[in-house]
Protein backbone atom coordinates (compact mmCIF):
# COMPACT_ATOMS: atom_id res chain seq x y z
CA UNK A 1 0.00 0.00 0.00
CA UNK A 2 1.14 3.81 -0.69
CA UNK A 3 0.10 7.10 0.72
CA UNK A 4 -2.59 9.09 -0.18
CA UNK A 5 -2.18 12.39 -2.79
CA UNK A 6 -2.95 14.67 0.31
CA UNK A 7 0.11 13.47 2.20
CA UNK A 8 2.51 13.62 -0.58
CA UNK A 9 1.20 17.11 -1.17
CA UNK A 10 2.18 18.65 2.20
CA UNK A 11 5.66 17.57 1.57
CA UNK A 12 6.58 20.24 -0.65
CA UNK A 13 8.86 22.32 1.82
CA UNK A 14 10.74 18.75 2.12
CA UNK A 15 11.43 19.39 -2.06
CA UNK A 16 13.14 23.01 -1.33
CA UNK A 17 15.05 21.33 2.16
CA UNK A 18 19.02 21.90 2.12
CA UNK A 19 20.70 19.04 3.82
CA UNK A 20 21.35 21.14 6.65
CA UNK A 21 17.37 21.89 7.32
CA UNK A 22 17.60 17.83 7.22
CA UNK A 23 20.27 17.50 9.73
CA UNK A 24 18.94 19.75 12.03
CA UNK A 25 15.37 18.69 11.82
CA UNK A 26 16.29 15.11 12.59
CA UNK A 27 18.01 15.65 16.08
CA UNK A 28 14.12 16.65 17.06
CA UNK A 29 13.11 13.05 16.34
CA UNK A 30 12.26 10.77 18.87
CA UNK A 31 14.82 8.01 18.50
CA UNK A 32 12.95 5.07 18.71
CA UNK A 33 10.44 6.46 16.32
CA UNK A 34 13.00 7.33 13.84
CA UNK A 35 14.45 3.37 14.13
CA UNK A 36 11.43 1.63 13.46
CA UNK A 37 10.06 4.28 10.52
CA UNK A 38 13.70 4.12 8.97
CA UNK A 39 13.36 0.29 9.09
CA UNK A 40 9.91 0.49 7.74
CA UNK A 41 11.00 2.68 4.50
CA UNK A 42 14.51 0.80 3.83
CA UNK A 43 14.68 -2.56 5.74
CA UNK A 44 18.30 -1.42 7.81
CA UNK A 45 19.32 -4.46 9.07
CA UNK A 46 21.68 -2.81 11.31
CA UNK A 47 18.86 -0.96 13.40
CA UNK A 48 17.50 -4.42 14.34
CA UNK A 49 20.57 -5.00 16.60
CA UNK A 50 20.56 -2.14 18.10
CA UNK A 51 20.46 -2.01 22.17
CA UNK A 52 17.91 -0.20 23.95
CA UNK A 53 17.64 1.24 28.41
CA UNK A 54 14.75 2.04 30.47
CA UNK A 55 14.80 5.17 31.83
CA UNK A 56 11.98 7.60 34.02
CA UNK A 57 9.86 9.82 31.86
CA UNK A 58 7.09 11.29 33.39
CA UNK A 59 4.71 8.85 35.12
CA UNK A 60 5.83 5.93 33.23
CA UNK A 61 8.79 4.60 32.02
CA UNK A 62 10.34 4.71 28.50
CA UNK A 63 12.85 2.49 26.52
CA UNK A 64 15.24 4.60 24.52
CA UNK A 65 18.83 3.88 22.70
CA UNK A 66 21.33 2.60 25.19
CA UNK A 67 23.75 4.85 23.80
CA UNK A 68 25.00 8.46 22.61
CA UNK A 69 26.34 6.57 19.50
CA UNK A 70 23.23 4.45 18.74
CA UNK A 71 21.17 7.92 18.94
CA UNK A 72 23.61 9.12 16.30
CA UNK A 73 23.03 6.31 14.17
CA UNK A 74 19.44 6.28 13.94
CA UNK A 75 19.83 10.30 13.11
CA UNK A 76 22.06 9.71 10.75
CA UNK A 77 20.42 6.73 8.47
CA UNK A 78 17.16 8.79 8.74
CA UNK A 79 18.82 11.84 7.51
CA UNK A 80 20.05 9.70 4.77
CA UNK A 81 16.75 8.34 3.90
CA UNK A 82 15.02 11.61 3.75
CA UNK A 83 17.83 13.34 1.55
CA UNK A 84 17.87 10.41 -0.92
CA UNK A 85 13.57 10.65 -1.27
CA UNK A 86 14.16 14.28 -1.97
CA UNK A 87 16.35 14.16 -4.47
CA UNK A 88 13.72 11.47 -5.97
CA UNK A 89 10.68 13.72 -5.66
CA UNK A 90 9.65 13.13 -2.39
CA UNK A 91 6.50 11.10 -3.64
CA UNK A 92 3.88 8.52 -2.61
CA UNK A 93 6.02 5.75 -1.08
CA UNK A 94 4.61 2.28 0.44
CA UNK A 95 5.03 0.86 3.67
CA UNK A 96 5.34 -3.15 2.80
CA UNK A 97 3.70 -5.94 3.90
CA UNK A 98 2.24 -6.68 7.15
CA UNK A 99 4.91 -8.50 8.28
CA UNK A 100 7.38 -5.64 7.83
CA UNK A 101 5.13 -3.61 8.95
CA UNK A 102 5.03 -5.67 12.45
CA UNK A 103 8.76 -5.61 12.15
CA UNK A 104 9.12 -2.10 12.16
CA UNK A 105 6.85 -1.58 15.06
CA UNK A 106 8.61 -3.89 17.24
CA UNK A 107 11.55 -1.84 16.54
CA UNK A 108 9.67 0.98 18.18
CA UNK A 109 8.25 -0.64 20.99
CA UNK A 110 11.62 -2.64 21.62
CA UNK A 111 9.60 -5.66 22.23
CA UNK A 112 7.46 -8.68 20.63
CA UNK A 113 3.97 -7.63 19.87
CA UNK A 114 1.82 -10.62 21.10
CA UNK A 115 -0.36 -12.10 18.71
CA UNK A 116 -3.50 -11.22 20.88
CA UNK A 117 -2.23 -7.45 20.77
CA UNK A 118 -1.53 -7.47 17.25
CA UNK A 119 -4.66 -6.70 15.77
CA UNK A 120 -5.20 -3.45 18.06
CA UNK A 121 -1.32 -2.43 17.40
CA UNK A 122 -1.79 -2.04 14.11
CA UNK A 123 -5.27 -0.19 14.09
CA UNK A 124 -3.86 2.16 16.47
CA UNK A 125 -1.08 2.92 13.87
CA UNK A 126 -3.67 4.52 11.50
CA UNK A 127 -2.08 3.13 8.20
CA UNK A 128 -5.51 2.80 7.39
CA UNK A 129 -7.27 5.55 9.05
CA UNK A 130 -10.84 3.86 8.99
CA UNK A 131 -10.01 0.85 10.56
CA UNK A 132 -12.88 1.20 12.90
CA UNK A 133 -15.44 1.63 10.61
CA UNK A 134 -18.79 -0.04 9.47
CA UNK A 135 -17.49 -2.69 6.62
CA UNK A 136 -20.74 -4.24 5.42
CA UNK A 137 -21.02 -8.16 5.79
CA UNK A 138 -23.54 -7.70 2.53
CA UNK A 139 -24.80 -5.47 0.56
CA UNK A 140 -28.40 -3.98 2.88
CA UNK A 141 -31.73 -3.56 1.18
CA UNK A 142 -31.62 0.01 0.30
CA UNK A 143 -35.22 0.11 1.61
CA UNK A 144 -34.29 -1.43 4.74
CA UNK A 145 -31.32 0.92 4.83
CA UNK A 146 -33.07 4.31 4.06
CA UNK A 147 -35.95 3.55 6.58
CA UNK A 148 -33.75 2.76 9.29
CA UNK A 149 -32.51 6.24 11.78
CA UNK A 150 -30.27 6.93 14.27
CA UNK A 151 -29.79 9.51 16.43
CA UNK A 152 -26.82 10.94 18.01
CA UNK A 153 -27.04 13.34 21.69
CA UNK A 154 -23.82 15.18 21.43
CA UNK A 155 -20.82 16.46 19.32
CA UNK A 156 -17.43 16.37 21.83
CA UNK A 157 -15.06 13.23 20.66
CA UNK A 158 -17.47 10.48 20.54
CA UNK A 159 -20.50 11.85 19.19
CA UNK A 160 -18.40 13.33 16.08
CA UNK A 161 -17.28 10.28 14.95
CA UNK A 162 -20.56 7.92 16.08
CA UNK A 163 -22.14 10.96 13.45
CA UNK A 164 -19.00 10.59 10.90
CA UNK A 165 -19.22 6.90 10.88
CA UNK A 166 -22.88 6.62 10.31
CA UNK A 167 -22.58 8.83 7.21
CA UNK A 168 -20.14 6.41 5.83
CA UNK A 169 -22.05 3.58 6.46
CA UNK A 170 -24.76 5.51 4.53
CA UNK A 171 -27.07 5.23 7.70
CA UNK A 172 -29.68 8.31 8.39
CA UNK A 173 -28.75 9.94 11.63
CA UNK A 174 -29.85 13.34 13.26
CA UNK A 175 -27.59 14.61 16.10
CA UNK A 176 -28.59 16.96 18.80
CA UNK A 177 -26.11 19.05 20.58
CA UNK A 178 -26.45 21.41 23.78
CA UNK A 179 -23.96 23.89 23.27
CA UNK A 180 -23.68 26.71 20.20
CA UNK A 181 -20.75 24.25 19.01
CA UNK A 182 -19.00 21.11 18.67
CA UNK A 183 -16.43 19.77 21.17
CA UNK A 184 -18.00 19.07 24.30
CA UNK A 185 -15.77 18.97 27.29
CA UNK A 186 -13.67 21.21 25.23
CA UNK A 187 -16.32 23.50 24.19
CA UNK A 188 -17.16 24.24 27.72
CA UNK A 189 -14.41 24.01 29.88
CA UNK A 190 -12.01 27.39 28.86
CA UNK A 191 -10.26 28.44 31.96
CA UNK A 192 -6.97 29.40 31.72
CA UNK A 193 -4.56 26.68 32.03
CA UNK A 194 -7.13 23.76 30.90
CA UNK A 195 -5.32 21.54 28.48
CA UNK A 196 -5.14 17.12 28.22
CA UNK A 197 -3.26 15.40 30.90
CA UNK A 198 -2.29 12.32 28.14
CA UNK A 199 -0.57 12.55 25.01
CA UNK A 200 -1.99 14.65 22.07
CA UNK A 201 -0.83 12.58 19.92
CA UNK A 202 -3.49 9.90 20.64
CA UNK A 203 -6.53 12.34 21.70
CA UNK A 204 -7.44 12.08 18.26
CA UNK A 205 -9.44 9.57 15.98
CA UNK A 206 -7.23 7.49 13.57
CA UNK A 207 -8.50 9.32 10.57
CA UNK A 208 -7.05 12.50 12.47
CA UNK A 209 -3.71 11.21 12.79
CA UNK A 210 -1.98 13.45 10.19
CA UNK A 211 -3.78 16.62 12.06
CA UNK A 212 -0.82 19.55 13.35
CA UNK A 213 -0.08 18.21 16.81
CA UNK A 214 2.05 21.47 17.53
CA UNK A 215 1.61 20.37 21.20
CA UNK A 216 2.85 17.21 23.79
CA UNK A 217 -0.29 18.10 25.69
CA UNK A 218 -2.42 20.24 23.70
CA UNK A 219 -4.57 23.10 25.40
CA UNK A 220 -7.98 23.70 25.30
CA UNK A 221 -8.18 26.40 22.11
CA UNK A 222 -6.11 23.60 20.23
CA UNK A 223 -8.30 20.86 21.07
CA UNK A 224 -11.23 22.71 20.13
CA UNK A 225 -9.56 23.13 17.13
CA UNK A 226 -9.44 19.59 16.45
CA UNK A 227 -13.05 18.94 16.72
CA UNK A 228 -13.44 21.95 14.59
CA UNK A 229 -11.79 20.45 12.00
CA UNK A 230 -13.57 17.26 12.45
CA UNK A 231 -16.85 18.65 12.18
CA UNK A 232 -16.01 20.74 9.25
CA UNK A 233 -13.78 18.15 7.12
CA UNK A 234 -16.33 15.83 6.94
CA UNK A 235 -19.25 18.13 7.00
CA UNK A 236 -20.93 17.47 9.50
CA UNK A 237 -21.47 21.06 11.34
CA UNK A 238 -24.42 21.80 8.88
CA UNK A 239 -26.02 18.28 10.18
CA UNK A 240 -26.07 18.85 13.95
CA UNK A 241 -28.65 20.68 15.74
CA UNK A 242 -27.11 22.93 18.19
CA UNK A 243 -28.48 24.89 20.66
CA UNK A 244 -30.80 21.94 21.56
CA UNK A 245 -30.77 19.68 24.55
CA UNK A 246 -32.24 16.17 24.68
CA UNK A 247 -34.02 15.64 27.91
CA UNK A 248 -36.08 12.18 27.86
CA UNK A 249 -35.38 9.20 25.39
CA UNK A 250 -39.25 7.03 26.03
CA UNK A 251 -39.48 3.88 24.18
CA UNK A 252 -42.68 2.93 21.83
CA UNK A 253 -42.59 -0.69 22.60
CA UNK A 254 -45.37 -0.98 20.09
CA UNK A 255 -43.29 1.05 16.72
CA UNK A 256 -39.55 -0.40 18.47
CA UNK A 257 -38.91 3.67 18.17
CA UNK A 258 -37.23 5.83 20.24
CA UNK A 259 -39.17 9.02 20.94
CA UNK A 260 -37.17 11.89 21.58
CA UNK A 261 -37.98 14.58 23.39
CA UNK A 262 -35.65 18.32 23.43
CA UNK A 263 -35.86 21.63 23.61
CA UNK A 264 -34.36 23.93 21.39
CA UNK A 265 -34.82 27.83 19.73
CA UNK A 266 -38.00 27.15 19.24
CA UNK A 267 -39.29 25.28 22.34
CA UNK A 268 -39.71 21.78 23.28
CA UNK A 269 -39.53 19.24 20.29
CA UNK A 270 -40.14 15.60 19.10
CA UNK A 271 -38.21 13.67 16.96
CA UNK A 272 -38.51 9.57 16.59
CA UNK A 273 -35.30 7.12 15.24
CA UNK A 274 -35.03 3.46 15.56
CA UNK A 275 -31.98 3.84 17.52
CA UNK A 276 -30.10 5.99 19.93
CA UNK A 277 -26.24 6.53 20.60
CA UNK A 278 -25.39 9.17 23.77
CA UNK A 279 -22.43 10.74 23.60
CA UNK A 280 -23.10 12.83 26.08
CA UNK A 281 -19.25 12.27 28.07
CA UNK A 282 -19.40 12.54 32.07
CA UNK A 283 -17.40 15.30 32.64
CA UNK A 284 -19.77 17.94 31.71
CA UNK A 285 -22.21 18.73 34.44
CA UNK A 286 -20.61 20.54 36.60
CA UNK A 287 -20.57 19.85 40.58
CA UNK A 288 -21.48 23.06 42.64
CA UNK A 289 -20.30 22.68 46.71
CA UNK A 290 -22.96 23.79 49.12
CA UNK A 291 -21.34 25.82 51.42
CA UNK A 292 -23.54 27.91 53.66
CA UNK A 293 -24.01 31.66 52.60
CA UNK A 294 -22.99 31.39 49.01
CA UNK A 295 -26.00 33.53 47.69
CA UNK A 296 -24.77 36.69 49.93
CA UNK A 297 -21.66 36.70 48.53
CA UNK A 298 -21.16 40.53 47.11
CA UNK A 299 -18.67 39.79 43.77
CA UNK A 300 -19.24 37.46 40.85
CA UNK A 301 -18.93 33.68 41.17
CA UNK A 302 -18.70 30.92 39.00
CA UNK A 303 -18.02 27.78 38.04
CA UNK A 304 -14.49 26.69 36.33
CA UNK A 305 -16.71 25.39 33.16
CA UNK A 306 -19.06 28.93 33.10
CA UNK A 307 -15.94 31.06 32.79
CA UNK A 308 -16.79 34.36 31.41
CA UNK A 309 -15.40 35.33 28.07
CA UNK A 310 -13.27 38.39 28.71
CA UNK A 311 -13.36 38.06 32.06
CA UNK A 312 -10.89 40.03 33.33
CA UNK A 313 -8.77 39.47 37.11
CA UNK A 314 -6.14 41.62 36.77
CA UNK A 315 -5.84 43.51 39.88
CA UNK A 316 -8.45 41.61 41.88
CA UNK A 317 -8.10 38.68 45.03
CA UNK A 318 -9.75 36.01 43.64
CA UNK A 319 -10.37 32.80 45.79
CA UNK A 320 -10.05 29.24 44.28
CA UNK A 321 -12.07 26.35 45.89
CA UNK A 322 -11.31 22.93 44.97
CA UNK A 323 -7.79 21.87 44.21
CA UNK A 324 -8.30 18.42 41.43
CA UNK A 325 -7.03 18.51 38.18
CA UNK A 326 -8.73 21.50 37.17
CA UNK A 327 -7.71 24.17 40.24
CA UNK A 328 -4.10 22.85 40.00
CA UNK A 329 -3.97 23.53 36.37
CA UNK A 330 -5.70 27.28 36.76
CA UNK A 331 -3.78 28.51 40.12
CA UNK A 332 -0.35 29.42 37.88
CA UNK A 333 -2.30 31.04 35.36
CA UNK A 334 -3.75 32.93 37.32
CA UNK A 335 -1.12 34.39 39.27
CA UNK A 336 -0.05 36.19 36.63
CA UNK A 337 -2.69 38.51 36.32
CA UNK A 338 -4.75 38.78 39.95
CA UNK A 339 -3.24 40.70 42.72
CA UNK A 340 -3.95 37.93 44.81
CA UNK A 341 -5.20 34.34 44.89
CA UNK A 342 -6.53 32.20 48.29
CA UNK A 343 -6.56 28.80 47.06
CA UNK A 344 -8.96 26.26 49.67
CA UNK A 345 -7.41 22.88 49.78
CA UNK A 346 -8.90 20.18 51.69
CA UNK A 347 -7.20 17.35 50.12
CA UNK A 348 -3.82 17.56 48.03
CA UNK A 349 -3.38 15.45 44.79
CA UNK A 350 -0.56 13.30 43.35
CA UNK A 351 1.40 15.45 41.03
CA UNK A 352 3.36 13.74 38.70
CA UNK A 353 6.30 15.87 36.78
CA UNK A 354 6.46 15.69 32.83
CA UNK A 355 8.89 18.08 30.84
CA UNK A 356 7.65 20.26 28.75
CA UNK A 357 4.12 19.37 29.43
CA UNK A 358 3.32 23.07 28.89
CA UNK A 359 5.59 23.35 26.12
CA UNK A 360 4.86 23.60 22.17
CA UNK A 361 6.79 21.08 20.28
CA UNK A 362 10.01 22.45 18.22
CA UNK A 363 9.97 23.34 15.29
CA UNK A 364 12.05 20.75 13.64
CA UNK A 365 9.83 18.21 15.15
CA UNK A 366 6.68 19.50 13.44
CA UNK A 367 8.67 19.29 10.18
CA UNK A 368 9.13 16.08 10.61
CA UNK A 369 5.54 15.67 11.13
CA UNK A 370 4.81 17.11 7.40
CA UNK A 371 7.50 15.79 5.87
CA UNK A 372 8.84 12.40 6.78
CA UNK A 373 6.52 9.41 5.60
CA UNK A 374 4.35 7.81 8.36
CA UNK A 375 5.90 9.42 11.27
CA UNK A 376 2.56 10.84 12.65
CA UNK A 377 1.77 7.35 12.78
CA UNK A 378 4.29 6.16 14.29
CA UNK A 379 3.97 8.76 16.81
CA UNK A 380 0.96 7.77 17.66
CA UNK A 381 1.92 3.75 18.37
CA UNK A 382 5.00 5.05 20.27
CA UNK A 383 2.33 7.02 22.08
CA UNK A 384 -0.65 4.78 22.42
CA UNK A 385 0.84 1.27 22.84
CA UNK A 386 0.47 -0.48 26.36
CA UNK A 387 -0.26 2.39 27.84
CA UNK A 388 -3.01 0.96 29.38
CA UNK A 389 -1.12 -2.03 30.85
CA UNK A 390 1.24 0.10 32.43
CA UNK A 391 -1.94 1.84 34.38
CA UNK A 392 -2.77 -2.11 35.46
CA UNK A 393 0.45 -2.41 36.38
CA UNK A 394 0.63 0.86 38.90
CA UNK A 395 -2.92 0.55 40.19
CA UNK A 396 -3.43 -3.57 40.94
CA UNK A 397 -3.14 -4.20 44.68
CA UNK A 398 -0.28 -6.84 45.51
CA UNK A 399 -2.16 -8.23 48.72
CA UNK A 400 1.68 -9.59 49.62
CA UNK A 401 2.84 -6.01 49.31
CA UNK A 402 3.83 -4.42 52.91
CA UNK A 403 3.73 -0.90 52.88
CA UNK A 404 1.37 1.59 54.77
CA UNK A 405 1.18 4.32 51.79
CA UNK A 406 1.04 2.00 48.38
CA UNK A 407 -0.45 -0.99 47.15
CA UNK A 408 2.13 -2.87 45.36
CA UNK A 409 6.53 -2.20 44.52
CA UNK A 410 5.25 -0.53 41.28
CA UNK A 411 2.75 1.71 42.95
CA UNK A 412 4.99 2.72 45.95
CA UNK A 413 7.65 4.01 42.66
CA UNK A 414 5.46 5.98 41.40
CA UNK A 415 4.44 7.20 44.79
CA UNK A 416 8.21 7.76 45.58
CA UNK A 417 8.72 9.89 41.88
CA UNK A 418 6.21 11.91 43.55
CA UNK A 419 7.38 12.79 46.51
CA UNK A 420 10.90 13.38 45.50
CA UNK A 421 9.11 16.11 43.00
CA UNK A 422 7.53 17.84 45.66
CA UNK A 423 10.92 17.65 48.06
CA UNK A 424 13.42 19.26 44.88
CA UNK A 425 10.64 21.94 44.22
CA UNK A 426 9.25 22.89 47.71
CA UNK A 427 12.51 21.83 49.48
CA UNK A 428 12.50 23.08 53.81
CA UNK A 429 9.50 25.53 53.16
CA UNK A 430 6.68 25.76 56.02
CA UNK A 431 3.12 26.99 56.14
CA UNK A 432 2.88 27.41 59.67
CA UNK A 433 4.43 24.64 61.57
CA UNK A 434 4.09 22.33 58.52
CA UNK A 435 6.34 21.72 55.72
CA UNK A 436 4.92 22.12 52.56
CA UNK A 437 5.93 19.29 51.11
CA UNK A 438 3.95 17.36 54.55
CA UNK A 439 1.04 19.52 53.37
CA UNK A 440 1.55 18.62 49.73
CA UNK A 441 1.47 14.82 50.13
CA UNK A 442 -1.51 13.19 50.12
CA UNK A 443 -2.66 10.71 52.57
CA UNK A 444 -4.23 7.90 50.04
CA UNK A 445 -2.40 6.21 47.68
CA UNK A 446 -1.24 7.01 43.90
CA UNK A 447 -3.88 6.58 41.66
CA UNK A 448 -6.91 6.11 44.07
CA UNK A 449 -7.75 9.67 42.95
CA UNK A 450 -6.77 11.21 39.75
CA UNK A 451 -3.59 12.49 39.31
CA UNK A 452 -2.46 15.22 38.09
CA UNK A 453 0.59 16.02 35.13
CA UNK A 454 2.44 19.49 35.31
CA UNK A 455 5.00 20.35 33.76
CA UNK A 456 8.53 20.02 35.99
CA UNK A 457 9.49 23.44 35.62
CA UNK A 458 6.01 25.77 35.62
CA UNK A 459 3.14 24.21 37.74
CA UNK A 460 1.41 24.49 41.32
CA UNK A 461 4.06 24.05 43.33
CA UNK A 462 6.28 27.13 41.73
CA UNK A 463 2.58 29.03 42.20
CA UNK A 464 1.91 28.44 45.73
CA UNK A 465 5.64 29.81 46.05
CA UNK A 466 4.55 33.54 45.20
CA UNK A 467 3.83 35.85 47.22
CA UNK A 468 0.48 36.65 45.66
CA UNK A 469 -0.56 33.30 46.07
CA UNK A 470 -1.96 31.85 49.42
CA UNK A 471 -2.59 28.06 50.53
CA UNK A 472 -5.28 27.87 52.52
CA UNK A 473 -5.79 24.26 54.00
CA UNK A 474 -8.44 24.33 55.98
CA UNK A 475 -10.99 25.15 53.15
CA UNK A 476 -13.86 26.65 52.74
CA UNK A 477 -16.14 26.82 55.87
CA UNK A 478 -18.91 29.46 54.88
CA UNK A 479 -19.16 32.55 52.80
CA UNK A 480 -20.24 35.88 53.52
CA UNK A 481 -20.63 39.65 51.82
CA UNK A 482 -17.33 40.38 51.61
CA UNK A 483 -15.64 36.65 51.16
CA UNK A 484 -14.77 33.01 52.59
CA UNK A 485 -14.26 31.95 56.09
CA UNK A 486 -12.51 28.74 56.19
CA UNK A 487 -12.10 25.57 58.68
CA UNK A 488 -9.92 27.39 60.99
CA UNK A 489 -12.49 30.41 61.62
CA UNK A 490 -9.96 33.03 59.48
CA UNK A 491 -11.97 35.72 57.09
CA UNK A 492 -10.02 35.87 53.90
CA UNK A 493 -11.58 39.43 51.59
CA UNK A 494 -12.04 38.59 48.15
CA UNK A 495 -13.24 40.02 44.62
CA UNK A 496 -13.93 36.85 42.94
CA UNK A 497 -14.54 33.45 43.52
CA UNK A 498 -14.14 30.60 41.65
CA UNK A 499 -15.29 27.03 42.06
CA UNK A 500 -13.12 24.37 40.65
CA UNK A 501 -14.79 21.38 42.44
CA UNK A 502 -15.21 19.71 39.31
CA UNK A 503 -18.31 17.40 38.34
CA UNK A 504 -21.13 14.98 38.93
CA UNK A 505 -18.91 12.29 36.73
CA UNK A 506 -20.92 9.55 38.71
CA UNK A 507 -24.39 10.69 37.22
CA UNK A 508 -24.26 8.70 33.53
CA UNK A 509 -26.94 10.10 31.19
CA UNK A 510 -28.16 12.77 33.89
CA UNK A 511 -30.66 14.85 33.67
CA UNK A 512 -31.81 13.11 30.72
CA UNK A 513 -35.28 10.60 31.95
CA UNK A 514 -34.93 7.77 29.77
CA UNK A 515 -37.75 5.08 29.91
CA UNK A 516 -37.05 1.88 28.49
CA UNK A 517 -39.36 -1.31 28.50
CA UNK A 518 -42.13 -1.23 30.16
CA UNK A 519 -41.80 1.93 31.76
CA UNK A 520 -38.76 0.97 33.58
CA UNK A 521 -36.61 4.41 33.38
CA UNK A 522 -32.79 3.76 33.85
CA UNK A 523 -32.81 5.72 37.71
CA UNK A 524 -34.79 2.80 38.35
CA UNK A 525 -32.40 0.38 36.53
CA UNK A 526 -29.48 1.89 38.40
CA UNK A 527 -30.95 2.30 41.87
CA UNK A 528 -29.45 0.37 44.40
CA UNK A 529 -25.38 0.68 43.74
CA UNK A 530 -25.34 3.05 40.76
CA UNK A 531 -24.54 3.09 36.68
CA UNK A 532 -23.86 0.04 35.10
CA UNK A 533 -23.79 -1.22 31.41
CA UNK A 534 -22.42 -4.24 28.96
CA UNK A 535 -19.47 -3.62 27.66
CA UNK A 536 -19.91 0.02 29.05
CA UNK A 537 -23.23 0.92 26.27
CA UNK A 538 -25.80 -1.50 26.83
CA UNK A 539 -28.83 -2.14 29.16
CA UNK A 540 -31.33 -4.24 29.42
CA UNK A 541 -35.00 -3.01 29.01
CA UNK A 542 -33.26 -0.74 26.93
CA UNK A 543 -33.21 -2.05 23.39
CA UNK A 544 -31.13 -0.46 20.00
CA UNK A 545 -29.62 2.32 22.81
CA UNK A 546 -25.89 2.54 23.47
CA UNK A 547 -24.11 5.04 25.24
CA UNK A 548 -20.33 6.42 24.55
CA UNK A 549 -18.36 7.17 27.85
CA UNK A 550 -20.62 4.92 29.71
CA UNK A 551 -20.22 3.58 33.12
CA UNK A 552 -16.75 1.58 34.03
CA UNK A 553 -15.18 2.87 30.48
CA UNK A 554 -12.30 5.50 32.16
CA UNK A 555 -9.85 3.53 31.53
CA UNK A 556 -7.88 0.64 30.04
CA UNK A 557 -8.08 1.87 26.56
CA UNK A 558 -7.10 5.67 25.51
CA UNK A 559 -9.96 7.95 25.11
CA UNK A 560 -10.55 7.90 21.18
CA UNK A 561 -9.97 4.56 20.90
CA UNK A 562 -12.53 3.59 23.23
CA UNK A 563 -15.12 5.38 21.93
CA UNK A 564 -14.16 4.47 18.06
CA UNK A 565 -14.43 1.08 19.28
CA UNK A 566 -18.25 1.57 21.04
CA UNK A 567 -18.87 3.19 17.78
CA UNK A 568 -17.80 0.70 15.68
CA UNK A 569 -19.42 -2.19 18.36
CA UNK A 570 -22.88 -0.28 18.21
CA UNK A 571 -22.74 0.30 14.27
CA UNK A 572 -22.66 -3.48 13.57
CA UNK A 573 -25.41 -4.25 16.27
CA UNK A 574 -27.23 -2.09 13.82
CA UNK A 575 -25.87 -3.47 10.85
CA UNK A 576 -27.10 -6.88 12.14
CA UNK A 577 -30.31 -5.49 12.67
CA UNK A 578 -30.43 -4.28 8.69
CA UNK A 579 -29.05 -6.87 7.68
CA UNK A 580 -31.64 -9.65 9.25
CA UNK A 581 -34.48 -7.63 9.16
CA UNK A 582 -34.69 -6.99 12.96
CA UNK A 583 -36.60 -4.64 15.41
CA UNK A 584 -34.70 -4.55 18.22
CA UNK A 585 -31.47 -5.85 19.71
CA UNK A 586 -30.95 -5.60 23.52
CA UNK A 587 -27.99 -6.90 25.94
CA UNK A 588 -30.03 -10.25 27.68
CA UNK A 589 -30.10 -9.33 31.63
CA UNK A 590 -28.32 -12.33 32.76
CA UNK A 591 -25.23 -10.68 30.32
CA UNK A 592 -25.63 -7.26 32.01
CA UNK A 593 -24.93 -8.99 35.20
CA UNK A 594 -22.68 -11.46 34.44
CA UNK A 595 -20.40 -8.72 33.10
CA UNK A 596 -21.42 -6.07 36.10
CA UNK A 597 -20.15 -8.78 39.01
CA UNK A 598 -16.64 -8.99 36.82
CA UNK A 599 -16.01 -5.77 36.39
CA UNK A 600 -16.95 -5.11 39.83
CA UNK A 601 -14.77 -7.77 40.99
CA UNK A 602 -11.72 -6.66 39.37
CA UNK A 603 -12.67 -2.56 40.33
CA UNK A 604 -12.03 -4.44 43.89
CA UNK A 605 -8.78 -5.65 43.18
CA UNK A 606 -7.70 -1.78 41.83
CA UNK A 607 -6.02 0.81 44.52
CA UNK A 608 -9.10 3.28 43.65
CA UNK A 609 -10.66 0.55 46.45
CA UNK A 610 -8.98 2.12 49.03
CA UNK A 611 -11.04 3.50 51.68
CA UNK A 612 -8.01 6.56 52.21
CA UNK A 613 -9.49 7.78 49.05
CA UNK A 614 -12.10 9.96 48.30
CA UNK A 615 -13.05 10.59 44.89
CA UNK A 616 -15.76 9.94 41.62
CA UNK A 617 -13.53 6.76 40.81
CA UNK A 618 -14.80 5.00 44.02
CA UNK A 619 -18.95 5.62 44.57
CA UNK A 620 -20.93 3.73 47.35
CA UNK A 621 -18.98 0.58 47.75
CA UNK A 622 -17.90 0.24 43.93
CA UNK A 623 -16.83 1.99 40.91
CA UNK A 624 -19.30 3.18 38.40
CA UNK A 625 -16.79 4.93 36.41
CA UNK A 626 -13.46 3.01 36.15
CA UNK A 627 -12.42 -0.04 34.06
CA UNK A 628 -9.60 -2.25 35.68
CA UNK A 629 -9.64 -4.27 32.41
CA UNK A 630 -5.97 -4.43 30.32
CA UNK A 631 -5.96 -2.57 26.68
CA UNK A 632 -6.59 -6.06 25.21
CA UNK A 633 -9.06 -7.33 27.46
CA UNK A 634 -11.43 -4.47 26.27
CA UNK A 635 -10.25 -4.52 22.80
CA UNK A 636 -10.91 -8.32 22.75
CA UNK A 637 -14.74 -7.37 24.61
CA UNK A 638 -14.95 -4.59 21.98
CA UNK A 639 -14.28 -5.23 18.39
CA UNK A 640 -16.53 -7.75 17.65
CA UNK A 641 -19.88 -8.22 19.52
CA UNK A 642 -20.66 -11.60 20.99
CA UNK A 643 -24.48 -11.49 19.69
CA UNK A 644 -25.24 -14.62 21.87
CA UNK A 645 -25.23 -11.99 24.99
CA UNK A 646 -27.80 -9.87 23.03
CA UNK A 647 -32.28 -11.06 22.46
CA UNK A 648 -33.10 -9.75 18.82
CA UNK A 649 -36.63 -9.30 17.36
Not at 159 to 176: D, E, P, V
Not at 427 to 434: A, F, N, P, T, V
Not at 482 to 497: C, E, F, L, N, T
Not at 588 to 597: G, I, L
Request: aromatic letters at 10%; a negative charge; glycine letters at 8%.
Amino acid sequence: MVETGAQKEARTDLLAASDATIDDAVTYGDPMVLRGLVYLLTGDPELKTMATKTVAYGQMDAIVPASDEEVAMIRRKAADFLKAYRDGGAGPIGFGAPKHVRDSMELVLAGRIPEEDLAMATEELALDPWARSLQWQSTPDSKRLGAFSVTVIGTGMGGLNAALQLKRAGINYMIFEKNNGVGGTWYENRYPGARVDGSSRTYSHLFGVDFPCPYNYAPQERNQAYFDWVADEFGLRDEIIFNTEVTALTWDEQASMWEIEAIGPNGKETHRSNAVITSVGFLNRPNIPQIEGMETFGGPSWHTVHWPEGADLADKRVAVVGTGCTGYQMVPELAKEAAHISVFQRTPQWLMPMPGYLAEVPDGLKWLDRNMPYHTNFMRLRHAYRIGDFFSKVTEIDPDFDDPYSVSAANKALRDRSVEFLEKKLGDRMLGDKSLVEIMTPKHPVWSARIVLVDSDDCILDALQLDNVELVTSGAERINTAGIVDGAGKQHDVDVIVYATGFKANDYLYPMKITGRNGLTIDQLWAVDGARAYLGCMMPGFPNLWSIYGPNTNGGLQVAAYHELTTLYALQCIEKLILERKETIEVKEEAYWRYSRFVDERNSRRVWSDKRAHSYYWDGGRSPGMNPLTATENYQFMRYPDFNDMNMK
